[in-house]
């Protein structure tokens, strides 16, 4: 991280974060593994999810100021910092797939719960066929079938009216997960333009006062002339100015001599 942040406090920074988000990764996920209810597995499988989105953006945002640096660093320091990129994608990748994992388990521990008649229903059933005759028997055992044909019915139609909410659902949350990450990657190029504006900006004002401070010494300049030269004019035999080169001295004051007529 120091080496980082002597090549650009930007890229120190971010790997800072990004290593925050791996070890708080590694102790949601121990944690994952100690915790039994479903439920309480799932809301900790989402909150490891944000952190690896957060953990993506940060690594592209680390990209882009690599690029920035390509220009101004040597191949030795292009290699590593390519290498330390592709070291985080591969580390983010392993959450990841572990995430999806979990994900998996979770998925099949939710079974349909379905019980049949018990072993007392069961042997009451019994005792009444004992006192009916063929036909009854065969009448109740028509009901019977009938009832669970209804039955059966039912749970078809109920799994098919699941199976389209979960489509539909799927299908909408699919297209805001792409509406997110569209609005994620643009307010990091937003991020990145105003961070770049920022840097011009700083710039400009430097250069600015730069070239006042060329204007105020140039104006000095010109008025220290300008003051050398009207003591010269109004006191051109004080011998302490010298003559400015380029401007001719001043004309001797010519005397005029009175002749008798």
Known sequence: MASLSGLSEELGEIEGQISDIFRALSNGFQKL?????????????????????????????????VKDLEYKSDADTTKMLSEKKQSMIKELNSYVALKKQYA?????????????????????????????????????????MDETDEAIERSKKVVHETVNVGTETAAALKAQTEQMSRIVNELDSIHFSIKKATQ???????????????????????????????????NP???????????????????LLAYPY
Request: hydrophobic share 40%.
């Open 33 to 65: 593994e100690k915790i039994k209810d479903s439920n309480r597995q799932s809301r900790q499988l989402e909150e490891l999810t944000g952190k690896m989105r957060e953990c993506k953006r940060l690594i592209k945002e680390f990209d882009r100021e």
């Open 104 to 144: 998996s388990n979770i998925e099949n521990k939710r079974v349909d719960l379905f019980e049949g008649p018990g072993e007392g229903f069961a042997e009451e059933n019994g005792l009444l066929a004992s006192n009916m005759s063929n036909q009854q028997l065969m009448d109740q055992g028509n009901r019977m």
């Open 237 to 255: 035999h004080n011998k302490d100015i010298r003559d400015i080169p380029g401007l001719a001295p001043p004309a001797p004051s010519r005397r």
């Open 200 to 234: 011009l900006v700083k710039e400009l004002g430097r250069q600015v006062a730069t070239d006042r401070c060329i204007m105020a010494l140039l104006f000095l300049i010109v008025i220290g002339v300008i003051a050398i030269i009207i003591v010269k004019i109004v």
